[in-house]
């Protein structure tokens, strides 16, 4: 919940605009100033102050408590001119409280956190715990001090400036064992862990997680690194199991007997079998937990009602493949510029990675190549999430449309986790500029036969033509294929007048963008290259005020 606080009318109009823009996150907090921030900094877990920035220090000093629990403050200025993150940067998300602040009010987010205002990765924003001496290390990166980086294994975190690497005084340490502090050590504790427990009816929570203590420390593995809790489904409902799971804020799994009993453990018993259709339900649960790759790393122990094994798992790469749209920046959605502030590779044509090059962290690795080599983009970009990176393949408009996506997903494999980022295509662009093209059923289709061959195209182009679906053609024509559009038109002239409106978008949203709305009789295919989109309206497509509109029923409204 975000506390909203104002002591000036300008300042209560600012809470109005927030709880309009956020109706089910926000409470408006009224009375005096100083009893209001008291018990927004109590009950919520974010604060947006209409103070000045003095008068909110003195109400929040004295409320401060730890780094790791106080929630985020911003200050708003009088004039809504400023959203200042006054604490709690990352750990209370008030950097991105700010900048979010500043999209609905129009004030400018000021964020001082050192990282962020060079746009680099703090350790705290890379999705893992950390401990150690993380002002230390964060110094030496900000200083372009080199600074170790050493991973038990590769996971997909974000990029890191360019002085990490393989040496240095400071370190970052990746891993789920338990190393010695150092004065310049911070470590980063990976979700690598799940632990397989068993009990008898009754068990107590302190039984289960004092033996899971126990076998976390004597193998020196780290609590912070759990991920999860496991379990036969027979156990979902143990009472002690349950609270254990809660008290180490990790959920519980469970699996059926027969999926734990096909699993090979190294300690099987009669007991279990007896009693939940499993001889083994620790270890057996640790592994499947686990998954592909996963080993086991501390055999099954027991106590008086409880067993435990702990099992790790092998890190999972990330392939993100994201659209970037149209190619204007107001056309990027906030979703794709999440993943290519996350990745710590990005792949993509040289004139796309071009667009974007500026929103990349600092030390993101760019693997970048020309037109026409889409598979080899693609292959890079899987066997880099393989390797247990975070990856972002680019593409323009939708990277599922004509793009990357579908070259990505035939390479990659189970072994990898996969987002799809959607973007705003080439067709909704230029559909956006001609007026309501695409106001009914409509379909786009590649004129480029490199990939598909003619007759396949023509067959497709003819059957939009026979059910009168308006067309968009995608790659219309270039200095090599110039006969495809003319013989495309003309077949769906067999079935259209020639009066039909049909609309011309030269690099939508782009500076050289241009646009027209002529006719199937009057368009002149010379105008038309492969960055330009045609379409082509059904038989009730019309042109009103220099726009083409397709009504959403066959029956023409007036």
Known sequence: M???????????????????????????????????????????????????????????????????????????????????????????????????????????????????????????????????????????????????????????????????????????????????????????????????????????????????????????????????????????????????????????????????????????????????GTPSVAEAAALAAAGQGGELVVQKRKSAMATAAVARRRPRGRLAVVGLGPGARDLLTPRAREELRRAAVVVGLDQYVDQIRDLLRPGTRILESGLGAEEERARSAVAEARAGYAVALIGSGDAGVYAMASPALAEASADIDVVGVPGVTAALAAAAILGAPLGHDHVSISLSDLHTPWEVIERRVRAAAESDLVVTFYNPRSRGRDWQLPKALAILGEHRTPQTPVGVVHAASRPDERSEVTTLAALDVTTVDMVTVVTVGNTATREVAGRMVTPRGYRWQT
């Not at 379990?231 to 609270?243: N, Q, R, S």
Request: proline fraction near 6%.
């Open 2 to 276: 975000i506390g909203l606080i104002a002591a000036t009318a300008a300042g209560q109009r600012g809470c109005e605009r927030l709880a309009a823009a956020w109706p089910d996150r926000t409470r408006v907090y009224d009375g005096p100033v100083r009893e209001a921030v008291t018990a927004a900094f109590a009950e919520c877990e974010q604060l947006v102050c209409f103070l000045a920035t003095g008068a909110a220090v003195r109400l929040v000093a004295p409320l401060l408590a730890d780094k790791a629990s106080d929630p985020g403050v911003v200050c708003v200025d009088e004039a809504h001119r400023y959203a200042v993150a006054l604490l709690g940067g990352h750990g209370g998300g008030a950097n991105d409280l700010a900048a979010a602040v500043s999209d609905i009010l129009g004030t400018a987010p000021v964020v001082t956190t050192a990282t962020d205002a060079v746009g680099a990765s703090g350790l705290d924003t890379l999705g893992l715990p950390v401990e150690g001496a993380i002002a230390a290390v964060s110094r030496a990166m900000l200083d372009g001090e080199p600074v170790a980086m050493r991973a038990d294994a590769v996971w997909p975190l974000p990029a890191l400036p360019a002085n990490v690497g393989e040496a240095g005084e400071a370190e970052i340490r990746v891993t789920d064992l338990v190393v010695p502090a150092g004065e310049r050590t911070a470590v980063l504790r990976p979700a690598s862990l799940v632990v397989g427990v068993g009990g008898s009816r009754g068990v107590a929570a302190e039984e289960v997680l004092g033996l899971v203590r126990e076998a976390l420390e004597g193998a020196g593995l780290s609590a912070r690194s759990v991920a999860a809790l496991a379990t036969v489904e027979a156990k979902a409902d143990e009472a002690g199991i349950v609270a254990a799971a809660e008290r180490l804020n990790v959920p519980l799994l469970t699996y059926a007997a027969g999926t734990l009993a096909g699993i090979e453990v190294p300690n099987p018993s009669a007991a279990p079998l007896a009693a939940v």
